[in-house]
């Protein structure tokens, strides 16, 4: 007689059944815990990019912020000042920031620089001397590196083209009539890249006023 008050056991097509549905729910669990820690990459990404950008632009406004009007030449109402630059890169004397621990004044170059591919926005500066304003002669190792991956900059300089001349926004500069009133960066990334730089306008804070 059997014994049909005993336990029951599994069959084989219901273990089956169970691995399957074990396998299942462990893919699904798998897949989205990959899917979440891509989530999670591609935010931190996407910050450490927009952390890049408000740096570089933090940088940028300090120092063209205080440019200073050094004049060229011994005759300072009719010599240049050292603020020179066009659409594509500037040149000017600042001071060095506090942290490099290093006091006085510093020529600084502010241009794209690379191949198209892996445009950079470079910052190099060097120890500015009145009797060195070759500006290209520049340490290799005195550069930084403010963003990678650009397609193109844009500087323009709102001033007076001349002395009796309306300010306004100018393509080019040369220091004839002192340091511009603002100094506009923009900068443009390639398609499908979703970094932004919103316009960087900057107003040096000390002003020369030529006539």
């Known amino acids: 007689m059997n014994d049909r008050g005993g336990a029951r056991g599994f069959t084989l097509v219901e273990l089956l059944v169970g691995l399957s549905l074990l396998t299942l729910i462990s893919v699904l ?61 500037v ?43 070759n500006e290209t002669d520049f340490d290799p190792k005195d550069r930084s590196v403010l963003v990678n991956g650009i397609q193109s900059v844009a500087i323009d300089y709102f001033g007076r083209p001349a002395g009796d001349a309306p300010a306004r926004w100018l393509e080019r ?15 443009a990334f390639p398609p499908g890249d979703g970094r932004r730089w919103p316009d960087l306008v900057v107003a040096p804070r000390l002003q020369t006023s030529r006539s």
């Open 91 to 133: 040149l000017f004397v600042a001071p060095l920031p506090a942290h490099r621990g290093v006091g006085g004044f510093y020529l600084f170059s502010l241009a794209a620089d690379g191949a198209q591919k892996n445009r950079q926005l470079v910052l190099r500066w060097r120890l500015y001397r009145a009797d060195r304003l």
């Open 29 to 89: 669990l798998f897949g989205g815990f990959r899917f979440g820690l891509r989530v999670w990459e591609v935010g931190d990404d996407r910050i450490a990019e927009a952390n890049e950008i408000e740096m570089a632009q933090h940088l940028l406004r300090r120092q063209i912020g205080e440019a200073q009007p050094v004049v060229l030449g011994l005759q300072p109402d009719a010599a240049p000042t050292l603020f020179r630059g066009d659409s594509a890169g």
């Open 173 to 187: 500069w040369d220091g004839a009539l002192g340091l511009p009133q603002l100094v506009r960066l923009r900068i």
